[in-house]
Each structure stands twice: as C-alpha cells, then as structure tokens.
Nanobody, 122 residues
Framework: QVSLVESGGGSVQAGGSLRVSCTVS????????MGWFRQAPGKEREFVAA????????NYADSVKGRFAISRDDPTNTVRLQMNSLTPEDTAVYYC???????????????WGQGTLVTVSS
C-alpha cells in the first residue's frame, strides 16, 4: 500500500515563500511520476506542478510558472514544492499525488495524500 503524507503548510503574507513536502512510503518514490494539485475554497481541484520519474522533466500550470518549483529527492522518498511570490489567490489545500506520467489530468494519479493547507494573507 502506497501512502503519501504532506507537510509544511501554514500561513504566510503575500509576497512571501513557503515550501511544502510530500513523503512517500510503501514503495520507493522513484517508481512514480509525482504531482501537486490544489483546491481553493469553493473551487475544483486544479493542477499545479508535476515531475517525471526518469529524467526529472517538470510541468507547471501557467498560474505558477516562474514562481513555484517542484523537485524530488528519491533517496529520501520526498517531493517538494517551493512556492515564492505567493498571493492570496494561492490559498488552497495542496495535495501530493503519485502516478505513471507527469500530466495535468488528476485521473492519471493513483495515489493521493490528505493535503496540507496554505493560507496567504494580503
């Protein structure tokens, strides 16, 4: 059974930075492409970023490109999302996901974490 646990959420002022992490257990993280999604209050879950399992190719939503960076550290089974220049529009629950390919479609990911809340105040 694969388990994903997010950590590092919290509150930050607009313009600040935050890093969220995801720890994979049950199988080595290098078996999976990894993704981050988010869901703001009253909105649908949306793609944020993804990273391939092989060559580290990344994929970002236009809304976060240039501000967020996804990375993976397979020896520690950890995936991170560094978030800079945060705005109140980035406020959401952030979810980590594991799947076969680093795509934007949430249905491509088989495993999901419980989420961690990020709140950005103006």
């Amino acid at each position: 059974q694969v388990s994903l646990v997010e950590s590092g959420g919290g509150s930050v002022q607009a313009g600040g930075s935050l890093r969220v992490s995801c720890t994979v257990s049950g199988r080595p993280s290098n078996n999976y492409a990894m993704g981050w999604f988010r869901q703001a209050p009253g909105k649908e879950r949306e793609f944020v970023a993804a990273i391939s399992r092989s060559d580290g190719t990344t994929n970002y939503a236009d809304s976060v490109k240039g501000r967020f960076a996804i990375s993976r550290d397979d020896p520690t089974n950890t995936v991170r999302l560094q978030m800079n220049s945060l705005t109140p529009e980035d406020t959401a629950v952030y979810y980590c996901a594991a799947g076969g390919v680093p795509v934007r479609r949430s249905g491509a990911y088989a495993y999901w974490g419980q989420g961690t809340l990020v709140t950005v105040s103006s």
